[in-house]
């Protein structure tokens, strides 16, 4: 179907160049401009219906209750210094004069402003604008079709002046409240005050929705850890919705379920890249809520069509539709495509008018900058019918947590609070929080763990919207509690309030959590990570922290600390960090620590995979004086450089006196090199052959090892190590290993929402499949990972489109690339914990 699609777009491509230049004048005359997207989805069509001149770079749209379309046609946002435009933003009003289905009239409805973000129409016929800096309301109380009536609501007083990372998104509640989006704003610290005088003040946090009357009173913080949340809208159920673009190296962008008290897990303070272990992009953390799906590229509007949301996917030049699935008091969903377009197709906003069909607005170009170019597009099903929003009615777990608000008492609302289901827990925390009788400190200690959380949770959300509500002692002596107990997830919920609030003279207390010999992986790694904030802040760019890897170096270089504890802390050093050096290594690398300490060191050296580090790795698969096991892990990082070490690692295979363990891997190594043995197996898909044949047995150790010299290394991380475009393979431990089999075999039968992959089709006819990787799509050339986990590059001005495959990126016949045992030992280290 696929190809078929893109033959008849080949064709349509001549089809549109043809005719459009004949019907629309200025700079519709190039062909390659006026390529629509394609339709996807069956049922609906798609027309062309404003371009340049009469639109150029437009942003937001709606449409009020008469079928106009308010259009912002943005001037400001990073124009050139010769610039022909005007030097302000307009908003243009698009209606239908003679009720022939066109939009014939185009009138100047507002004609000032900058940074112009987002509309909302109000039921009175006004419309309220938002800017980077403000949000106003406007009117056309003469009806000469320019609003010359205007009302400030809210403003944001901070000193960021980037175009797009303050406030944006808008939209209005079925009971009548103003719900306004606000970018992470650099992190700068920022006053928002509202009509009335009401205030939210802040930085550092990520982004936040806030509301107001829609006379510009009660303004009240909502939720928080967004990046941007361009988009916002309510479904046909009145649940709030926002599409919020991604950090730099954290894909994906997400479709976010918004409730009141909400956490969604973006820090600005903890760097921009959002990989930091105090951020948590999909619930990671506790008292964060997870995302409903993963989105494109540079999501903006979300609307209500039909039963789905769609979503506008700016930088993967795509239309996306959610159909909702319901999870507990929420909601999950995955992508599916209604529109893709070609890398001239950028839209932006979308407005369903009162005949149900859709107006997008297209920026056209990958530029930043206003440049003059613009396009409007209908779609329309093709059937006639009308399609009405028609959302799923609230799951009685939703109607369950909305009643959570009428509980009167601590006690019951604790009871819900811990919860499994995340968003019901929300709930009760948030009405914690407006409590008059929440529990002091003191109080708090006495409370199982469980509820302990709760609790704090809600003076954390409390003190958020009302500073001045807990005196600093106060919040000092919670998070003492948080990070006293012995409670992992209380622990990593009061290191990240300490480091949120700069609580520096917490740090002993946080210190010792770092002594515990039963400390996990992601505690230490969060202590580790809030501890290096206190000392010394953290980086705001990128996905390395300095500060944090200097904190880890000097803790795997005290060989007076816990074995294990230096063996998390080389764990969580990267491969590219400069120290430790391999001399380093070398040197902490003996026979009478702990294997678990060795075994990190081993992997590390591995990771980087330079001359210097096989040459450390063939002494130690040489010293007898090692386990059995770390000699082999040494020999296994060895399988990329065989031209060197041909002759050592062959002569463990042939050497009957050494470990079996030792010579079957060096024999395993060679064998790649050769290629494999040819061993009777049965075809992929009789999967119950296979079960027989590696459903049970198996070393997990050995396991270990066909995964670092695997191609599973390069998509997939494990323990730590590894690459982040695949799923974290950690997470499989204590899967069924029938389950994992299968994701092997079939691997295209269950791909998860965030490694749905591309297929890629050139202009010169190449067609490639690859998932996206972590870098902006505004850039020269989209980068990919192929299913042999290498990268590709592809130039935007070579692609004839792009759209989601339905082929998993990991490579079928991965069965087939080695031994029966081989398979069996990696299926028993899947399925079995070995990073504890």
């Not at 673009?245 to 921009?272: I, K, Q, S, T, W």
């Not at 509820?451 to 919040?475: N, V, Y």
Request: charged content about 25%; glycine content about 8%; hydrophobic content about 35%.
């Amino acid at each position: 179907m696929f190809d078929q699609r893109c033959s008849l777009y080949r064709q349509f491509v001549v089809v549109v160049g043809c005719v459009l230049p004949t019907c629309l004048s200025g700079n519709l005359s190039r062909a390659a401009d006026l390529v629509p997207p394609l339709v996807i989805e069956d049922g609906w069509e798609i027309e062309l219906v404003k371009a340049e001149p009469e639109i150029v770079t437009p942003v937001m749209c709606v449409c009020d209750r008469q079928g106009r379309l308010l259009v912002i046609e943005s001037h400001t946002h990073f124009p050139a210094d010769d610039y022909s435009g005007p030097g302000h933003d307009r908003i243009l009003r698009f209606s239908d004069s003679d009720s022939d289905g066109t939009l014939d009239r185009r009138e100047v409805f507002f004609d000032q402003g900058k940074f112009t973000m987002g509309l909302a129409c109000l039921d009175d016929g006004s419309v309220v604008v938002s800017y980077r800096d403000k949000v106003i309301r406007i009117d056309d109380k003469d009806g000469d079709g320019s609003a010359e009536q205007t009302e400030t609501l809210l403003e944001l007083d901070t000193v960021a002046e980037y175009p797009h990372n303050g406030l944006s998104g808008l939209t209005v509640s079925h009971d009548g409240w103003l719900y306004v989006g606000q970018g992470e704003n650099f992190g700068e610290d920022y006053v928002l005050t509202a009509k009335d005088g009401s205030k939210q003040t802040g930085g550092g946090e990520g982004g936040n929705i806030f509301r107001l009357r829609v006379d510009g009173t009660q303004l009240q913080r909502i939720a928080t850890g967004f990046w941007n949340p361009f988009g916002l809208c309510f479904d046909s159920a009145n649940r709030l919705w926002t599409a919020g673009n991604d950090p730099d190296a954290m894909p994906p962008c997400r479709l976010m379920h918004v409730v009141e008290g909400g956490d969604y897990g973006f820090e600005f303070r903890f760097g921009r890249g959002g990989t930091h272990p105090l951020q948590s992009w999909l619930g990671e953390l506790p008292v964060t809520l997870p995302p409903a799906a993963a989105t494109g590229e540079a999501p903006c509007a979300v609307v209500p069509v039909g039963a789905d949301l769609w979503v506008a996917s700016w930088g993967d030049n795509r239309l996306e539709a959610y159909e909702l699935s319901p999870s507990g008091a929420s909601w999950t969903s995955q992508t599916r495509t209604i529109l893709q377009g070609d890398t001239l197709f950028r839209p932006v906003g979308i407005a369903v008018a009162p005949d149900q069909s859709v107006y997008l607005t297209d920026w056209v170009r990958r530029d930043y900058s206003v440049h003059q170019t613009g396009r409007i597009w209908r779609l329309k099903r093709s059937d006639g019918q009308v399609v009405t929003p028609e959302q799923p009615m609230l799951s009685p777990s939703e109607m369950a947590a909305d009643k959570v608000a009428s509980e009167s008492t601590i006690g019951s609302l604790l009871d819900v609070a811990v919860s499994p289901d995340r968003y019901l827990a929300q709930a009760a925390i948030t009405a914690l929080a407006k409590h008059p009788d929440l529990y002091p400190p003191g109080q708090i200690a006495k409370l199982e763990p469980e509820k302990q959380l709760g609790i704090l949770a809600a003076w954390r959300w409390r003190e958020f919207c009302e500073p001045k509500s807990l005196h600093e002692s106060t919040r000092q002596e919670l998070i003492r509690v948080a990070i006293s107990v012995n409670d992992e997830d209380c622990n990593l919920f009061g290191l990240r309030w300490a480091a949120e609030r700069r609580e520096s003279s917490l740090l002993p207390i946080a210190e010792k959590i770092l002594q515990r010999r039963s400390i996990s992986p992601k505690l230490f790694e969060v202590a580790v990570a809030a501890i290096s904030y206190l000392q010394n802040g953290t980086a705001r760019s990128g996905i390395r922290d300095p500060a944090r890897e200097s904190l880890l170096e000097t803790m795997a270089r005290d060989q007076q600390r816990d074995d294990r504890l230096r063996a998390f802390a080389i764990r969580a050093i990267p491969k590219e960090a400069e120290r430790p050096t391999v001399v380093d290594l070398k040197t902490w690398l003996k026979p009478d620590t702990s294997v678990e300490l060795q075994s990190e060191i081993v992997r590390l050296l591995i990771a980087r995979g330079d001359a210097d580090s096989a040459k450390v790795l063939i002494s130690v698969a040489k010293d007898a004086a090692y386990a059995d096991s770390i000699r082999a892990d040494a020999i296994s990082g060895l399988s990329g450089h065989l031209s060197d070490h041909e002759q050592a690692i062959r002569q463990f295979a042939d050497n009957q006196r050494l470990p079996n363990e030792v010579r079957e891997e060096a024999s395993r190594v060679l064998a790649r090199q050769g290629g494999l043995k040819r061993q009777k197996r049965p075809p992929a898909e009789d999967f119950d052959s296979w079960l027989r044949l590696v459903g049970s047995g198996g070393d997990p150790a050995a396991g270990a090892r066909v995964f670092q010299r695997s191609t599973c290394i390069r998509c997939h991380l494990h323990g730590g190590r590894g690459a982040t475009t695949g799923p974290d393979l950690t997470s499989l431990t204590g899967q069924s290993r029938a389950r994992i089999l299968k994701s092997i075999l079939d691997p295209s039968a269950e791909v998860g929402p965030l490694y749905v992959p591309w297929k890629i089709v050139t202009l010169d006819g190449d067609v490639r499949v690859g998932l996206k990787l972590p870098r902006p799509g505004v850039g020269g050339s989209i980068a990919f990972q192929s299913t042999d986990g290498l990268p590709f590059y592809v130039k935007l001005e070579e692609i004839e489109m792009h759209s989601f495959s339905d082929q998993s990126i990991m490579p079928e016949g991965l069965e087939q690339t080695m031994s029966i045992g081989e398979l069996r030992d990696l299926l028993a280290f899947l399925e079995t914990s070995t990073s504890q």
